[in-house]
């Protein structure tokens, strides 16, 4: 076997004679999903056999086999289909709709970062354009003339960027080193053990969906219902991820500490939102973010 | 046969799978276009160069009419799309002076540069990322060759704005740019939709919109007269 001459095995030009295309191509797909018989190889004059020892392989080599830089390594993170974008959206807003183990069942088990990232870059432009008009309409009766401002858009970015990685991170720190040992039951540490980071990220930004409407009633300078849509915002998506962290979150030490921080981060969120891009001159800035010369302009 | 038979017994059983490689024969054979024949060396090159203005006016003729499905997807180049980004860049451009009152808070031109490329980018990445079977300068191609609409809205835009503005005016602009986002949206879908499986259409079709919404957005709010 050893003394194969391989020279005389990779002669192609001898395997496909009545073949005029200029391009000659073996492809490895056709050979992973088991079709030896295929137009390339089907007219060399000999057949293989079936060789069941190399398919179980191809199979599962493509969960393991990607590189970390390459693009096929991150296709499973955005490999749903349309229809779970929406369930999922839904989820994070309505639980009631989904089963009551849907975060554990789905979402843990094939988080996407499809949802995340196209949700917080909508959120990003929606705010940055309904904010526009928000302040369009505030000097709508006076006689500034009034110019849009496109660097909403970076302090938008920076919040919700901020948000929506550095919030899971620290929870997920958190639920990893404060997370109690179960010593009752073995079993069940082991199936429901705390989410993985991935998921957290997945949760929080399907829970900035519900940001997204809400960003265009802002725009109505009415001040409690600007206050109202910031209480009901925050309060939904707020109780919905405690709602699908709740098992997670009864294994720490800190429950009340981490529950407590979750809804106040989120309702910081959608104040800082409303007060800094919709509210009213005679509003305070925003807890944390600076006055810059662009606001002071805007909302003389 | 018996020698064939021996020759065969030598294959390893197992791993048939790992044979992998592609060989090409370098240069085209006849049957491949027959615009690439002729020999370019001596021609002027007023001819040289006007074969590929005509080519890039070809492709944006194709996206103001988007019939063929093919037609921008042959042979990518990315002339066109620098052309528009840079046309919409400048007229988009704010200016920098924030000292006075003056400011009218538009994007810089380099911002519109990135917004257009690195958007680009990312909407092509994101097909890719869903398992679209197409290159990625393709896309991009695609991508920016239907920034046309958008751009000739811009464009008329600002013919409007050399007028006293008005409410009137205002909306005109309005439908203006909504007509050049749904143009760019339609021909860009008609172009990169079929290179999506069937259930992921709608989200891949997602980040175009997004994508010619921002710029459209860019365009009906500028108003530096």
Redesign the interface.
């Given at each position: 076997?050893s003394n194969?001459h391989t020279g005389e095995l990779l002669n192609?030009q001898d395997y496909s004679p009545e073949h005029n295309e200029?391009?000659?191509?073996?492809d490895?797909e056709a050979?992973?999903t088991n079709q030896?018989n295929n137009s390339n190889i089907s007219n060399q004059?000999?057949s293989?056999?079936e060789?069941p020892?190399?398919v179980p392989?191809?199979e599962t080599q493509p969960q393991s086999n990607h590189n970390f830089w390459t693009?096929e390594y991150?296709?499973k993170?955005?490999?749903?289909?349309?229809?779970e974008?929406v369930e999922r959206i839904i989820s994070s807003v309505l639980p009631q709709k989904v089963s009551r183990n849907y975060f554990d069942e789905k979402i843990k088990g094939k988080p996407d970062l499809?949802g995340p990232?196209?949700i917080s870059?909508?959120l990003i432009?929606t705010i940055a354009?309904s904010g526009?008009i928000a302040s369009y309409l505030q000097n709508v009766n006076k006689a500034v003339h009034w110019?849009?401002?496109?660097?909403l858009v970076s302090y938008a970015a920076t919040a919700i960027v901020c948000y929506v990685w550095l919030v899971p991170l620290a929870l997920w720190g958190v639920l990893k080193w404060t997370t109690l040992p179960d010593g009752q039951d073995e079993i069940e540490t082991q199936t429901s053990n705390s989410p993985t980071m991935i998921s957290l990220f997945c949760l929080y930004g399907y829970s900035l969906s519900i940001y997204i409407p809400v960003a265009i009633f802002w725009t109505i300078q009415i001040s409690w219902l600007q206050w109202l849509f910031v209480l009901m915002a925050a309060f939904v998506s707020g109780a919905v991820l405690i709602f699908w962290l709740l098992p997670a979150l009864k294994k720490s030490k800190y429950f009340y500490i981490l529950v407590g921080s979750i809804l106040a981060f989120h309702f910081l969120l959608a104040t800082g939102f409303m007060l800094y891009f919709f509210h009213g001159p005679n509003a305070v800035s925003a807890p944390g973010v600076p006055v810059t010369?662009?606001v002071a302009?805007?909302a003389p | 046969m018996n020698t064939?038979d021996s020759k065969?017994d030598?294959y390893?059983?197992?791993?048939?799978?790992v044979?992998?490689?592609?060989?090409?024969?370098p240069g085209r054979?006849p049957s491949s276009g027959d615009n690439m024949e002729f020999n370019t060396l001596d021609e002027p090159i007023k001819e040289t160069f006007m074969r590929d203005l005509r080519a890039v006016g070809n492709k944006f003729y194709h996206v103001l009419i988007p019939r063929e499905k093919t037609s921008l997807l042959k042979e990518w180049d990315l002339w066109g799309p620098l052309l528009l980004c840079t046309l919409m860049a400048t007229i988009l451009q704010?200016s920098a002076e924030?000292a006075d009152?003056s400011?009218?808070?538009?994007?810089e031109f380099a911002?519109v540069f990135v917004i257009v490329w690195i958007g680009a980018a990312v909407v092509t990445?994101?097909s890719?990322?869903?398992?679209g079977n197409i290159s990625f300068f393709q896309s991009v191609c695609v991508l920016g060759y239907c920034l046309f609409p958008v751009a000739l809205a811009l464009i008329i835009c600002r013919i409007i704005l050399f007028s006293a503005q008005n409410t009137f005016l205002f909306f005109l602009r309005l439908v203006i740019s909504m007509i050049g986002f749904i143009w760019a949206t339609f021909a860009a879908t008609k172009f990169l939709g079929d290179s999506q499986p069937e259930?992921?259409?709608?989200?891949a079709v997602?980040?175009i919109c997004?994508f010619y919404?921002?710029l459209s957005?860019?365009v009906v709010?500028h108003?530096n007269v």
């Open positions: 076997m194969v192609f200029r391009t000659a191509r073996i490895v050979v992973h030896y004059n000999y293989f056999d060789t020892g190399a392989e191809a693009i991150y296709q993170y955005f490999d749903v289909q349309t229809s974008v499809y990232i196209w870059l909508t432009f354009v526009n110019r849009y401002d496109f660097h010369p662009s302009t805007i | 064939f065969y030598m390893p059983a197992g791993d048939v799978g044979i992998e490689g592609e060989m090409n024969i054979g704010g924030r009152n400011n009218d808070g538009g994007p911002e990445i994101n890719k990322l869903l398992g259930g992921k259409k709608a989200l997602y980040p997004l919404f921002i957005w860019l709010s108003s």
